[in-house]
């Protein structure tokens, strides 16, 4: 029996159910197309070494059948290769194990409703803080003689991805009226006449607690307003 999921594109190639990765690729790649991901532009008069992605693949089970129901493929950047005057601050503040125990404690004093959520497309929402240029799988369209990919906006795996993404997360939040907790940066609330809401990230997954589903729907619809 092969693998439940491919370890890389070469791998994938092989096998019985390359129909339905290739498929997850091309969904992957009609999104960051979608949201402007990268563009094309001269090769630069100076040398360049475009950093390479690759596919990543995971399949998502159903518990009850064991049957796969979703192939996902994700695009990701080899940032183990990124040369440093590619990226400067790599830190972002993630949420611990205490902090979700905490959260559930709140959630249960003040009899809270308690939510998860996670940001889609949450790199590719946010914009590139450095001149970047990358090679594409061999899946994907090659650029035209005498040009290259630069990216335009986050892709998983870049070495500075998680601490921009949490900086406009961050940003977004005190915007819409959220203050973070001293004692843990990656712990906001907000009180208003509608209710308090309590969220907590783990880079772009969440915990939420909150007065009522509306007041968290009201969370997630500005969430949406900016990813």
């Known amino acids: 029996n092969e693998p ?14 390359r129909a339905q990765w290739a498929a997850a690729e091309q969904v992957e790649y009609d999104t960051l197309m979608k949201h402007e991901t990268w563009e094309v532009v001269d090769l630069p008069d100076y040398p360049i070494s475009p950093l390479p992605t690759k596919f990543t693949y995971k399949a998502k089970i159903d518990p009850v059948s064991g049957n796969i129901v979703r192939y996902k493929a994700r695009l990701v950047c080899r940032g183990d290769l990124q040369h440093q005057s590619e990226y400067d601050n790599t830190y972002s503040p993630t949420a611990r194990i205490a902090t979700a125990r905490t959260l559930i404690s709140i959630a249960t004093q003040e009899n809270l409703h308690l939510f998860q959520f996670d940001v889609e497309s949450a790199f590719v929402s946010s914009a590139v803080d450095r001149t970047i240029f990358i090679q594409l799988p061999p899946s994907c369209p090659k650029p035209p003689p005498g040009k290259v990919y630069r990216l335009k906006q986050l892709l998983y795996g870049l070495k500075q991805a998680s601490n921009l993404f949490h900086a406009k997360l961050a940003t977004h939040l005190t915007d819409k009226g959220f203050t973070s907790v001293d004692e843990d940066r990656t712990l906001y609330v907000r009180r208003t006449d509608k209710g308090v809401i309590y969220v907590s990230l783990y880079v772009d997954d969440g915990l939420c607690s909150a007065s009522s589903e509306q007041v968290y729907n009201e969370f997630i619809d500005e969430l949406r307003e900016i990813f």
Do not use: A, M, Q, T
């Not at 439940?4 to 159910?17: A, G, M, V």
């Open 4 to 17: 439940l999921e491919p370890k890389n594109y070469r791998d994938s190639l092989k096998r019985s159910d």
